[in-house]
T-cell receptor, first 112, second 114 residues
Framework: GESVGLHLPTLSVQEGDNSIINCAYSNSASDYFIWYKQESGKGPQFIIDIRSNMDKRQGQRVTVLLNKTVKHLSLQIAATQPGDSAVYFCAENKNTGNQFYFGTGTSLTVIP | GAGVSQSPSNKVTEKGKDVELRCDPISGHTALYWYRQSLGQGLEFLIYFQGNSAPDKSGLPSDRFSAERTGGSVSTLTIQRTQQEDSAVYLC????????????FGPGTRLTVT
């Protein structure tokens, strides 16, 4: 079956350091991926997306890398700040369907 | 600008009762999703509306769950004869395009079935 999973359920980093959050997916037909940030008591917030025809996409302080060979997705956050503390989810989608499949999330804690 | 809003923010109900959860999407957004998030879990797709097309109900876990979207705007998720396993946060999201595009989420409704 299809699954979206995360290598690490929790991650702690020092303020100012870079963070890397990983995600593995098993469906090779997935062609669109999104990273979401969810703060306590709030709905998920879109961070960045990437389509399968790309290997890398950069946003403000964030970079998403896609390795289709090993079905791996990562989110890199530069100069991590206390406000980055949240749960991060990756989600995958097949272009033929409406459903997004979400992983269980990685909890990022930034230590001041 | 106004984002996606949901009401109520919290709902406690007794087992066997029916509940209605409301979602007000961003004005002009044609696509609307409902998800369920259990404690410490990822989001589980429930249902998807796109314009006037028939909704994609493939994620609804049982026939106790139903949803409507009136006038292409407000949506209501109804759970009949609630069970304790229905306890979760129910999230609504809208998008200005159908299919796999950026979704804007509401704050969710936390449902507790006692």
């Amino acid at each position: 079956g299809e699954s979206v999973g995360l290598h690490l359920p929790t991650l702690s980093v020092q303020e100012g350091d870079n963070s890397i959050i990983n995600c593995a997916y098993s469906n090779s037909a997935s062609d669109y991926f999104i990273w979401y940030k969810q703060e306590s008591g709030k709905g998920p917030q879109f961070i960045i997306d990437i389509r399968s025809n790309m290997d890398k996409r950069q946003g403000q302080r964030v970079t998403v890398l896609l390795n289709k060979t090993v079905k791996h997705l990562s989110l890199q956050i530069a100069a991590t700040q206390p406000g980055d503390s949240a749960v991060y989810f990756c989600a995958e989608n097949k272009n033929t369907g409406n459903q997004f499949y979400f992983g269980t999330g990685t909890s990022l804690t930034v230590i001041p | 600008g106004a984002g996606v809003s949901q009401s109520p923010s919290n709902k406690v109900t007794e087992k066997g009762k029916d509940v209605e959860l409301r979602c007000d999407p961003i004005s002009g957004h044609t696509a609307l999703y409902w998800y369920r998030q259990s404690l410490g879990q990822g989001l589980e797709f429930l249902i998807y509306f796109q314009g006037n097309s028939a909704p994609d109900k493939s994620g609804l876990p049982s026939d106790r769950f139903s949803a409507e979207r009136t006038g292409g705007s407000v949506s209501t998720l109804t759970i009949q004869r609630t069970q304790q396993e229905d306890s979760a946060v129910y999230l609504c999201a809208s998008s200005n395009r159908g299919g796999p595009y950026e979704q804007y989420f509401g704050p969710g409704t936390r449902l507790t079935v006692t």
